[in-house]
């Protein structure tokens, strides 16, 4: 029960971060709910789905109200995510092998790849925002080479979100502001909107599939991320970007390598 209670204030972290920077609180969503609240990990990814979708809907029509949405930008983007993100949960997911494969005599179960290739996400995104980037120079193109390079990483980041459950903010972001040039406040208000409609579209494909769906743990952990996502959304004109990002990327490190390591140390 306690792990539970610490579940739900950790909920309140994972809105946090996405009112403040647009990303990286949807890939704490399936460690809060494999740890905490005990929740398989194949479940979680499409519990992860709901959460993150209902939450960043939320903080997208936020963002809207005070004009900081990209909306044609976000359509051209969300588009070929949202065929990556279902046919992943609809039709790759379910027809995955369990084992998916073995190194030597250790198989690796499909919970086992799904959380490892989390963590390693994790890690990765960690250390993208915890290092200093100076002011990308915008590359000049054609206005149909950026239709393609947007569309395309919208085509990625809907797999690895239907892969793994996480909404890809930490992905989408980097695309708005390099390939398309938006501002971070518009790139953010922008990627909440994709991450709440793609989530919950890949959620569609796992009601398909899915025998028990536990809506009330599901709406609980939604309803606390939507008041740490207003909270958010407050602070995010106070709080320096460089030090939100820094703080919450080694907190993202940190777990991610105890994830990491916990995985590992399963293959037996």
């Known amino acids: 029960m306690d792990l539970q209670y610490l579940g739900y204030f950790a909920s309140i972290f994972m809105g946090l971060s996405l009112g403040m920077i647009g990303g990286g609180g949807s890939i704490l969503t399936v460690p809060i709910l494999v740890y905490l609240f005990k ?3 194949i479940l979680a990814t499409a519990y992860s789905l709901f959460i993150v979708g209902l939450t960043a809907l939320f903080g997208g029509i936020g963002y809207l109200k005070k004009g900081e949405v990209d909306l044609k930008t976000g359509f051209i983007f969300a588009i070929p995510s949202f065929i990556g993100v279902y046919l992943t949960r609809a ?3 379910p027809n995955l092998p369990d084992p998916v494969f073995s ?6 179960s499909k919970a086992l790849l799904i959380m490892g290739v989390f963590a390693i996400l994790m890690l990765l995104a960690s250390l993208s925002m915890i290092r200093n980037k100076k002011e990308t120079q915008k590359t000049e193109m054609s206005s149909t080479n950026r239709f393609i390079l947007i569309s395309l990483e919208g085509l990625i980041v809907g797999g690895i979100t239907g892969f793994v459950g996480a909404g890809g903010g930490f ?3 980097p695309a708005l502001v390099v390939l398309v040039g938006l501002p971070m406040k518009i790139a953010v208000g922008t990627s909440l909107f994709i991450i709440a409609a793609k989530s919950l579209i890949g959620f569609l494909g796992d009601l398909q599939k899915q025998a ?4 009330r743990l599901m709406l609980t952990i939604a309803g606390i991320a939507i008041i740490g996502l207003f909270i958010g959304m407050f602070f995010s004109a ?3 970007e460089k030090t939100l990002k820094k703080g919450f990327g080694y907190f993202v490190l940190i777990m ?3 994830i990491l ?3 590992i140390s399963k293959i037996n």
Not at 103 to 108: C, D, E, L, Q, V
């Open 212 to 215: 028990y769906i536990d809506w």
């Open 238 to 240: 106070k709080v320096p």
């Open 261 to 263: 390591f916990d995985q």
């Open 91 to 93: 039709y790759f997911m």
């Open 39 to 41: 929740v398989d990990p």
């Open 103 to 108: 190194i030597g005599a250790h198989p690796i």
């Open 171 to 173: 992905l989408i972001i």
């Open 256 to 258: 991610g390598s105890f």
